[in-house]
């Protein structure tokens, strides 16, 4: 059996039945039947449930005279990103923000949670950061099917009608493949800043590793960054007018 994080054996100890009980009826057989659910999983579900309880806290304590630190702290996230999408998607990029504003907010927990002992980072396992790849595409893909309807497939045709027979296959694969670059990438940054801290942490323990937890911090911010701007850049693409 896999090394169980201690929440991950508390979710196993409490839901481990009710979790293979419903893999059965989806006809998918667990690779543990007694812990179906893996580390991944489990700390998904304490981001998830971390950024409720942080988005509770920030609601109670709004405030338009006698702001907070942590409602400057969102209010500078919310205008970074409606700024960004204003420059890069236009006018109607406001209806997006609540999708790049949590997809941002869940990798950058994600990718911060390996930090504390006693947990990991769930986007160190290639199926978080494809979870996530799989979100951004069938949203972007669904944004400009509403935006544009039917006509939004002329996108995958190219601008000359007599080419769009080779077009076509060239804009799937091209559209397809840009999940798998968020995947690796989010995945092979955020594997190798865990898998260096652990080595210099094993080998000094003291002082030197600190470093590297500030190289950790670093890279989560860069590449969560990286992650909503492309996101946001294929929305551009997807709901762009001469679409």
């Known amino acids: 059996m896999h090394e169980q994080l201690w929440f991950t054996a508390f979710l196993n100890h409490y839901l481990a039945g009710a ?6 009826v989806l006809h998918v057989e667990p ?3 007694q812990a179906p659910i893996p580390n991944s999983t489990a700390m998904e579900i304490l981001v998830v449930l971390f950024l409720i309880a942080l988005f509770l806290l920030v609601r109670s304590r709004l405030s338009v005279d006698q702001p907070g630190a942590l409602q400057h702290i969102f209010e500078g996230a919310h205008g970074f990103i409606v ?23 869940f990798i950058l927990s994600c990718n911060l949670l390996g930090l504390i002992p006693g ?4 986007t160190a396992t290639p199926v978080v950061p494809l979870g996530c790849a799989v979100c951004a595409f069938v949203y972007y893909q669904t944004q400009g099917f509403k ?30 493949a840009r999940m798998l670059s968020l995947t690796i990438r989010l995945f092979a940054n955020m594997f ?3 898998m260096v801290t652990l080595v210099f942490f094993s080998l000094v323990p003291l002082g030197i590793p600190i470093l590297f937890l500030g190289l950790h911090i670093g890279v989560s911010l860069l ?11 294929y929305l551009q693409g997807a709901v762009a007018d001469e679409h």
């Open 19 to 24: 979790v293979a009980a419903l893999l059965q």
């Open 31 to 33: 690779k543990y039947p």
């Open 83 to 105: 700024n960004q999408s204003h420059e890069i998607i236009g006018h109607h990029s406001e209806g997006f923000t609540p999708f790049l504003m949590a997809l941002g907010f």
């Open 119 to 122: 947990f990991e980072s769930p």
């Open 147 to 176: 935006h544009a309807g039917i006509g939004y497939l002329k996108h995958f045709l190219g601008p000359v009608w007599w080419l769009s027979w080779l077009m076509l296959p060239i804009e799937l694969i091209s559209h397809f």
């Open 192 to 194: 190798a800043g865990d």
């Open 223 to 233: 590449q969560t960054y990286i992650f909503v701007l492309l996101t946001t850049v």
